[in-house]
């Protein structure tokens, strides 16, 4: 299907303005719908609990869903019935979760009419879904209102699982996020987990299409190669976090640190001067509150995201279905 011009030109200064609004203008506050809606939260939280007793990966789930629409937290990754929608990018293949989303708006709709926004409820569930995995529990600024155009041309800045320290940092740095930023969120992969397709590169085609990341320990790397042999089952997945794949915890920063990083990505951030010294900073005398200091640094690096390319006041809308504009 042919774009218009005249569609075209909207696109192009759509994404135009969405890039140098950043997150500076976002016009969010806590407990935005405490006279709206005052039991907004509470249902997204219930709808969020019970999706976790039916399905135990839910954390995860609503935790990447939350990261790939907030490269732009306007909801436009939830759209389903345009052609070309952002969440047919390469990049967001594999995101779940969209019908919890679905059943917290439905349930919102009928006591609170297009009041609550999509964006927020993404930005809510996974808050709650964290906490659910033994995350922190931290206040989520709201207020957010859904985007009007979804395109994947959206996902073309989202890093990957093979990009350099110095792509990522650039990423990161394009969305006003800082390297402190890219440590803690990237430790996000404290749960969920991969495949092996996201594995091939590190395990068997790292230098010039051959070889192994030499990061990666040497006692860890018969584990990774056996559950990913080469030419094997490119679909199977394992946890991103070496032993403690479904507990939301600072693990996987002394997994970086020790080479026992499974995602590529991940193990980048040992590479730089600036994200090593950030890793050891939760170590050394401060080892014995690494926990709480991680869970503060998480929170706070969660709300920082969630206010990257938000729509406040009269832009945007409030949706009916969070798959579809009004």
Not at 16 to 33: D, H, K, N, R, W
Not at 77 to 83: A, G, Q
Not at 173 to 181: A, H, I, N, V
């Amino acid at each position: 299907m042919k774009i218009s011009n005249c569609n075209s030109m909207a696109l192009v200064l759509a994404l135009i303005l969405s890039y140098f609004m950043g997150i500076s203008e976002a016009q969010l506050s806590v407990g935005f719908y405490s006279q709206t809606c005052p039991n907004a939260e509470a249902i997204v939280s219930s709808v969020v609990r019970e999706a976790f007793v039916d399905d135990s990966t839910m954390p995860a789930v609503l935790l990447r869903l939350h990261y790939h629409d907030c490269f732009g937290c306007d909801g436009s990754i939830l759209i389903d019935n345009v052609p070309d929608a952002e969440k047919d990018a390469d990049s967001h293949q594999g995101l779940r979760g969209f019908d919890v989303i679905e059943r917290a708006k439905a349930q919102l709709e009928a006591v609170c009419r297009e009041v609550v926004s999509c964006a927020d409820i993404v930005a809510l569930a996974a808050r709650d879904a964290i906490s659910l995995a033994n995350g922190p529990f931290y206040q989520v600024p709201t207020g957010r209102r859904d985007g009007q155009i979804s395109n994947s041309s959206f996902a073309a800045d989202m890093p990957q699982v093979t990009d350099s320290i110095q792509q990522l940092k650039a990423n990161f740095r394009q969305k006003g996020l800082s390297d402190k930023d890219l440590v803690i969120l990237s430790a996000a992969h404290t749960i969920g987990t991969t495949a092996c397709f996201f594995m091939e590169h590190r395990l068997y085609k790292f230098r010039d299409g051959e070889g192994s990341d030499p990061a990666i320990n040497p006692q860890f790397l018969p584990e990774l190669q056996a559950n990913c042999p080469q030419n094997g089952n490119i679909n199977r997945r394992f946890p991103t976090d070496h032993g403690s794949g479904q507990t939301f915890d600072d693990h996987i920063l002394r997994n970086i640190r020790n080479g026992f990083a499974v995602l590529e990505s991940d193990a980048r951030l040992y590479d730089d001067e600036s994200t090593k010294s950030i890793i050891d900073s939760y170590f050394g005398f401060l080892s014995s509150k690494i926990g709480l200091l991680f869970e503060r640094d998480f929170a706070d690096a969660m709300v920082k995201m969630g206010q990257i390319g938000v729509k406040t006041g009269s832009q945007g809308e409030i949706r009916r279905v969070c798959e579809a504009f009004n």
